[in-house]
């Protein structure tokens, strides 16, 4: 693997703002582009140094280290920018490891607020409620994740389907519409539906 901080174009010990700023930008650069070696590679630098512990204990990347370890940075973790990135790019499996890693100890709101996103984007709406319920009662002030919480609440509640109309009969302007455009298509075959006087 290429020095991550090479290919993100950072100083070696660049802080964390610095590595998030420069990711961000050549993100943009090329998925525009729409280079997916490229995006992959950015993405392989970026996971390397926020979660191989260059933030933590580490202070500068070692030439020899290939994966990161599974022990996780987050200990004091409250930026989030990275997981919510992969969220909006769709890369959902990408988000999930990377909360998973964080120790149940450290996590907090936001960190059951975007489990519960990712598990609405996947359709697991009973899921979701629990983790956005959860984030709602760690923080209630929040009413972001009370809005998360009612609105897969309603969407659950009615199973999949869309909103129910409170109205439920066809008004005479819909009939009539109907039976103009019925009348069009028997014409068009030769018939007539309504016939002329």
Known sequence: MKNPYDVLGVPQGASKEQVNAAYRELLRRYQNSGEQKKIDELNEAYDSLIMGGSYSSRSSYSSSQSSYSS???????????DIRAKINSGRLDDAQTLLDGIPEGSRDAQWY?????????RGW???????????????????????????????????????????????ACDI?????????????????????C
Not at 71 to 81: G, I, L, R, V
Not at 180 to 190: H, N, S
Request: glycine fraction near 8%; charged fraction near 20%; charge should be positive.
């Open 176 to 196: 009539c519409s109907g039976l103009l455009c019925a009348d069009c298509c028997c014409e068009c075959m030769g018939g007539d539906l309504i016939p002329c």
């Open 113 to 121: 607020y975007l489990k519960g996103t990712i598990q609405q984007k």
């Open 125 to 171: 709406l009973e899921e979701a409620a629990k983790n956005f319920a959860t984030a709602s009662n760690l923080d209630p002030s929040n009413n972001t994740y009370k809005m998360a919480y009612n609105k897969v609440n309603k969407a659950r509640s009615g199973g999949y389907r869309t909103e129910r109309r409170q109205d439920s009969g066809a008004s």
């Open 71 to 81: 022990q996780s940075s987050y200990s004091s973790f409250a930026d989030y920018s």
